[in-house]
């Protein structure tokens, strides 16, 4: 079975810009939840979806927002980029069930100039 | 709110040593998640192992164990006959049964195996 993937691995952008990330979860997993990791602040929950549906939301500004298409591909953009937004972004997916086992794609390095 | 803590940002080991890697957490549920993530230099995040906190038994996946103490709130790693592919960052992370698709984790221990 193929895991999780992402698109683009690597992405430069300048300050006020908006960016689109991709991420398609293992075959048959219906829920996908996005993380930024950065060196300050490591790993934090950006969202949750589940059936096309954001079932969870982390501590992030209005500017990060998500969808989930119904064959659970699942985007992430981010609007008006700032420095700060530079990190790497890690999807994962799993089942849904809340005792399932997340896995993890291996991440787009965003940069923001 | 719950919180992860591994106290330790660095450690070493000879190869085919053993090592102990900490991880304490703090939440108020009785059910919950927990699981121990590897990140090597390629970035990819791969599962070590997970434990269920309503399992007394600790979960065993090869040469990685844990050492689950649910009273105390903590949740230890140990890793035998240590190789050099073990040489990574590891994250501690906790899942409620009430948060789904939200995995909360520590800061990272970064473990380097000596040859």
């Known amino acids: 079975k193929a895991g999780v993937t992402q698109t683009p691995r690597y992405l430069i952008k300048t300050r006020g810009q908006q960016v689109t990330l991709s991420c398609s979860p293992i075959?048959?997993?219906?829920?996908v939840s996005w993380y930024q990791q950065t060196p300050g602040q490591g790993l934090q929950f950006l969202f949750e979806?589940?059936?096309?549906?954001?079932?969870n939301k982390g501590n992030f500004p209005g500017r990060f927002s998500g969808r989930q298409f119904s064959n659970s591909r699942s985007e992430m953009n981010v609007s008006t980029l700032e420095l700060g937004d530079s990190a790497l972004y890690l999807c994962?997916?799993?089942?849904?069930?809340?005792?399932?086992?997340?896995?993890f794609g291996p991440g787009t390095r965003l940069l923001v100039l | 709110a719950q919180t992860v803590t591994q106290s330790q940002p660095e450690m070493s080991v000879q190869e085919a040593e053993t090592v102990t890697l900490s991880c304490t957490y703090d939440?108020?549920?009785?059910?919950?998640?927990l699981f121990w993530y590897k990140q090597p230099p390629s970035r990819q995040m791969i599962l070590v192992i997970r434990?269920?906190?309503?399992?007394?038994q600790n979960a065993t996946e090869n040469r990685f164990s844990v050492n689950f103490q649910k009273a105390a709130k903590s949740f230890s790693l140990k890793i035998s006959d240590s190789q050099l592919g073990d040489t990574a960052m590891y994250f501690c992370?906790?899942?409620?049964?009430?948060?789904?698709?939200?995995?909360?984790f520590g800061q990272g221990t970064t473990l380097q195996v000596k040859p």
């Open positions: 939440t108020s549920e009785s059910n919950y998640y």
């Open positions: 434990q269920e906190a309503y399992k007394q």
């Open positions: 075959s048959g997993h219906r829920s």
């Open positions: 992370a906790f899942r409620g049964s009430s948060n789904t698709g939200k995995l909360i």
């Open positions: 994962a997916s799993s089942s849904g069930q809340i005792q399932e086992t997340q896995y």
């Open positions: 979806y589940f059936s096309e549906t954001q079932r």
